[in-house]
């Protein structure tokens, strides 16, 4: 009989880590803006910081311990870590103690002020496993921060709620930046913030949406993880608006999500025939805010005292009302109020506005109902300082003149006019030396007062004639260049009002009457020039996967009759086992020549690669996917694979429960209501089965459960809540009960459902990348499984070849790994399905 010979490693489980701080002075400091003075001040009075680090061996092999001493490549950085922001021993502002083996090892000490927007201090270090002589990572941070005692000084607060490092495998979506400006300890009211990415050498601008980045112009960035990368830099340029005037203050997060969060379900986004809207509760509203004692915007906004104010809204009821349905209004100083309702069948659209009293201060905007039978739908909300009517009519903020009416009178013109532009812009030079304005008479087809020519941030005076025909039609015309015609321009705060004023007397600009602008968060004042104020703070975000102990798991010997067996990895973390860890490495699986011989997370090895009764092998995980992983690329056009006559494949219904699994990777989100990534159906004795993965064009799941048409008056089609990004690998799986319901999991994460229409299916097939004639997907399909809790039934479409030979690609395997081949997909309009190449081919590699 051969002798048997096996390999066992020994595999020590992660030393747990313990971080405690110890400090000698003040972490936050205090700084009078007057004086420009700290207290303390770190040139006289040092701070000390000491993170002891302790090693506990779970199974007790070695003794707990400070380890401080054992500490190599001590390191300390400021906010970022990179050898740009290393603290090195020529920084006389910081002291590191690197000397011998003492607990005290790592030490820093601080002889600097700390900046006004904090600054976060990063201790690294190694330290080798004495058990098995691995390094392990040490790593803390610490926060300095400053009180400013007066609101004089601007600052930018700095804070990663999430940290600024990537992991992979947390399964989170987002991570966040916060660069907020301070003025004083209060968050500044006409803030700008400019988002820049690094791409090269050079910083572009961000805009909202880009790559699914959001708060683009807010000081709160969110980045989707997979954006990222390796590194990612960013910069935000945080300036000032010289004042507010018109500036909506009220931006669509402070009445959907501030709302929300006080009380889910306030404010409900939507969209109909009129557009998008929220759908507000008046009730809950109310209630939230303390029945109507608190400020409906949460205190955000800062009244001036005597400022006047315009509250607009674009709105309209659900249903007839028998009274007054959702009330604004305002609550003054001294106790009186006006208010600004909808009436009880204002069912169709309507701009609604009220302008606070003059010489009044505004207390508080507070919110109420008469009565709350239906919700009333919020197309627009917008709040701005008043300092007069603005009689431009139509758009003011960004308005494109070429020889356009600004103005259309509906009486006859006063004596004179005054207008006003912050900025302007020649869109189309034609012989534009300056821009002009006068007033026509329509009837005559004749100019009735002077041409006045009026540059950027200057008031020009129109100036009527005498002796006008007050039975004809008259208007202001706006010109991109001096005198008659010719050229394309656009005005910013474009401010026309009645009277002569000078520069200085002239009324700050007001948008026009039933003029909607976004505020600073929603995208507004874009186009404002630098102040000199402005704060530049840089930030790096990168990706780091987690250190893990690698295990593999496969039977250390095997009788003589096996034939084939299984072996499969698990990675150990700190934080537990990564659940489906294929979705974050790549397992190349390599004999003792170091040849690759196959790839996945789970593999099987065949008894005909034994020599002489052994076979060695290994495995090193690669991060990120780089070894060859196959996958479908369908276009998005007309691009399907299917199969009309599935041999014996029942999606669900039929003896006990199936799940279904999908990997995949999105170009893009449908344009259209939703891209259809698999659909499956079979034939039982009782009907037809079906069952489909979709993407909506909102970025969410859709699960198809379904079957014979009628059969079924419950719908059992759901909407999944977890979005789905752009350039991400997703794994979904669905559990479907005989009865037809069913539970989702999105990378391991549960989906919650919401109803959402229903499915008919009347025959059997299988179907990827889209039904016959619509609803295409655009991206890559990995694989797709079906399969019942025993794996006795197990159907895998994973594009991968088999022992080298393509020809497999598109058949089904069994959960052995071996060709079924009883189902093959058959490609339509896929001329290039031949072409299976890495890059370019309808197959390729992730």
């Not at 532009?421 to 189309?428: L, Q, V």
Request: proline share 4%; net charge negative; hydrophobic share 35%.
């Amino acid at each position: 009989m051969a002798k048997a010979l096996a390999k066992t490693r020994k595999r020590y489980t992660p030393l747990d880590l313990a971080y405690s701080s110890s400090v000698s002075g003040a972490l936050n400091q205090n700084y009078d803006a007057s004086y420009q003075t700290y207290d303390p001040d770190r040139g006289l009075v040092p701070l000390e910081i000491l993170f002891t680090v302790r090693a506990t061996d779970p199974k007790k092999v070695i003794d707990p311990g400070i380890i401080n001493g054992k500490l190599t490549d001590v390191r300390w950085y400021e906010n970022v870590v990179d050898e740009a922001h290393n603290i090195t021993d020529g920084n006389t502002a910081y002291v590191i103690d690197r000397n011998g083996n003492s607990d005290s090892r790592g030490k820093l000490t601080v002889k600097k002020n700390t900046p006004l927007e904090g600054v976060v201090l990063i201790f690294t270090a190694k330290y080798t496993d004495p058990r098995n002589g691995k390094v392990v990572n040490v790593n803390a941070t610490i926060s300095l921060g400053v009180t400013v005692s007066t609101d004089e000084p601007l600052r930018v607060k700095v804070d990663y709620p999430y940290g600024q490092v990537v992991d992979p495998t947390e399964n989170r979506d987002i991570i966040e930046i916060d660069n907020i400006l301070y003025r004083g300890d209060e968050e500044y009211e006409g803030s700008i913030y400019r988002w820049l990415k690094k791409e090269g050498g050079d910083y572009t601008a961000i805009e909202e949406g880009d790559n699914g980045i959001t708060g683009a112009y807010t000081g709160k960035l969110k980045v989707p993880c997979h954006v990222v990368g390796k590194r990612l830099d960013l910069r935000c340029v945080t300036d000032v608006l010289p004042d507010l005037a018109g500036v909506n203050l009220v931006s669509k997060a402070m009445i959907s999500d501030d709302w929300n969060a006080l009380k889910s379900g306030i404010s409900t986004p939507g969209e109909d025939a009129d557009g998008k809207y929220f759908a507000i509760d008046p009730g809950m509203l109310y209630s939230a805010f303390n029945s109507g004692a608190r400020d409906v915007f949460g205190g955000k906004i800062k009244y001036k005292p005597g400022q006047q104010y315009r509250l607009s809204v674009k709105w309209k009821l659900q249903g007839v009302l028998a009274s007054k349905g959702w009330i604004f209004y305002f609550v003054y100083a001294d106790g009186s109020k006006d208010e600004l309702y909808i009436s009880k069948d204002q069912t169709s659209i309507i701009i609604s506005s009220l302008t606070s009293a003059t010489g009044k201060t505004i207390d508080r905007i507070a919110s109420t109902y008469g009565i709350n039978t239906y919700r009333a739908n919020l197309y627009d909300i917008q709040l701005v300082e008043y300092h007069g009517e603005n009689l431009v009519e139509g758009r003011s903020k960004e308005r494109l003149v070429n020889s356009s009416f600004i103005h259309k009178f509906t009486s006859v013109p006063a004596k004179n006019y005054s207008i006003r532009f912050d900025k302007s812009e020649t869109i189309e030079a034609s012989g534009a030396t300056s821009r002009s304005f006068q007033i026509y008479d329509k009837t005559a087809s004749a100019r009735v007062s002077n041409i006045t020519n009026v540059n950027d941030g200057e008031v020009g005076v129109i100036i009527v004639n005498d002796g006008i025909d007050p039975s004809h039609e008259f208007g202001v015309i706006a010109y991109a260049k001096q005198g008659l015609g010719g050229g394309i321009a656009k005005f910013y705060n474009l401010m026309l009002v009645e009277g002569e004023y000078t520069d200085d007397a002239m009324p700050a600009y007001t948008p026009a009457a039933d003029e909607f602008v976004p505020a600073i968060a929603d995208g507004g004042e874009r186009w404002q020039e630098l102040s000199g104020k402005e704060i530049t703070t840089d930030h790096v975000l990168s990706t780091q996967y987690p250190r893990c102990n690698t295990e593999i798991v496969a039977p250390s010997m095997i009788l003589d009759d096996t034939s084939l067996f299984e072996a499969s990895v698990i990675m150990h973390s700190s934080r537990g086992d990564i659940a489906n860890p294929q979705l974050y490495w790549s397992f190349p699986w390599k004999d003792k020549t170091g040849a690759v011989f196959a790839r996945g997370s789970k593999i099987f090895i065949k008894e005909d690669q034994f020599d002489n009764g052994e076979f060695d092998y290994s495995v090193d995980p690669v991060e990120g996917l780089n070894e060859a992983k196959w996958a479908a690329n369908f276009n998005g056009i007309d691009q399907v694979l299917r199969n009309d006559n599935p041999s014996g494949i029942v999606p669900w219904g039929y003896e006990s429960v199936r799940t279904h699994v999908i990997e995949f990777i999105a170009t893009a989100i449908p344009d259209e209501e939703l891209a259809m990534l698999v659909q499956i159906s079979g034939k039982l004795s009782s009907g037809i089965r079906g069952f489909a993965f979709a993407i909506l064009n909102n970025g969410k799941m859709q699960y198809r459960v379904g079957g014979s048409a009628g059969e079924f008056p419950a719908s059992l089609v759901r909407e999944g809540t977890i979005d789905i990004l752009p350039g991400k690998l997703y794994r979904v799986e669905v559990d479907i009960s005989l009865d037809g319901t069913f539970k989702a999991r999105v990378n391991g994460q549960e989906d919650s459902l919401v109803t959402k229409g229903g499915a008919n299916y009347s025959s059997a097939f299988i179907g990827m990348g889209g039904t016959t004639s619509a609803n295409f997907f655009t991206g890559k399909i990995l694989r797709y499984i079906i399969h019942d809790a025993t794996s006795s039934i197990y159907h895998e479409w994973d594009f991968q070849p088999t022992n080298g030979d393509r020809a497999n690609m598109l058949k089904n395997k069994n959960h052995k790994g071996s060709v079924t081949g009883n189902s093959p997909l058959a490609p339509r309009n896929i001329p290039e399905i031949d072409n299976v190449d890495p890059e370019n081919g309808f197959f390729v590699t992730i």
